[in-house]
């Protein structure tokens, strides 16, 4: 069952884009494009939950645990990827309109959320159900960074290094909530900043 969510996530998410585009639905428009993103995530987060219950017995994966240390690896974490990104900023990629987490109070709702819905599918579930070692680590990887390959080939090799950062802290600390609060604060604060400051170098 692992597999098919490690799959069907990105899988699913191609699907409804393709049958909105053949509803002539305008998938350019960013609302569209979130909402179907966040109805895909939605969906199989509740399958996810759903398989860490029956698998797991509970649902204690997800309960928060020493959280100043999960702070403390979350604000770790963001700090990593922020360089990350910074750096691939310096690897051109085609630039879609697509909604920032300020561009709305819907659209930062939607980043806040999903961050942690994302995290609940392939490091909650995903990784533990291949048992939280070098397989599942790179499945989960992998099959995150497919979910974003729809933005273009560079977001795919970003993301899936970013799914190694979140499942290798996952396994070191077993912080469910870490990883969560770092996937939140990277997208929501440290993606800008970097952002930032790459534009503040090259003299944007």
């Known amino acids: 069952m692992a597999w098919i969510v490690a799959v069907g996530v990105p899988v699913a998410l191609f699907v409804w884009f393709t049958i909105a585009y053949l509803l002539k639905i305008d998938v350019n428009n960013p609302t569209v494009a979130r909402i179907l993103v966040d109805f895909n995530i939605l969906l199989w987060t509740i399958i996810a939950l759903w398989r860490i219950s029956k698998e797991f017995g509970s649902l204690s994966c997800l309960k928060l645990r020493d959280p100043v240390k999960a702070v403390a690896v979350g604000i770790v974490i963001a700090l990593l990827l922020g360089v990350l990104n910074f750096v691939f900023r310096f690897w051109p990629a085609r630039s879609y309109n697509f909604p920032g987490p300020y561009s709305s ?5 939607s980043f806040l959320l999903g961050s942690i819905l994302e995290e609940v599918i392939w490091r909650a579930y995903v990784l533990r159900a291949l048992g939280a070692g070098f397989l599942g ?10 979910y974003h390959l729809g933005l273009s080939f560079k977001h795919f090799v970003f993301a ?19 990883v969560a609060l770092g996937h939140v604060l990277y997208n929501l604060v440290f993606s800008r900043i970097s952002d930032r400051l790459f534009e503040i170098l090259i003299g944007h």
Do not use: D, P
């Open 137 to 146: 680590l790179w499945v989960s990887s992998l099959f995150f960074g497919l």
């Open 105 to 109: 109070l819907y659209a930062f709702i």
């Open 160 to 178: 899936t290094i970013a799914g190694l950062v979140f499942g290798a802290f996952y396994m070191r600390t077993g912080l469910f909530w870490a």
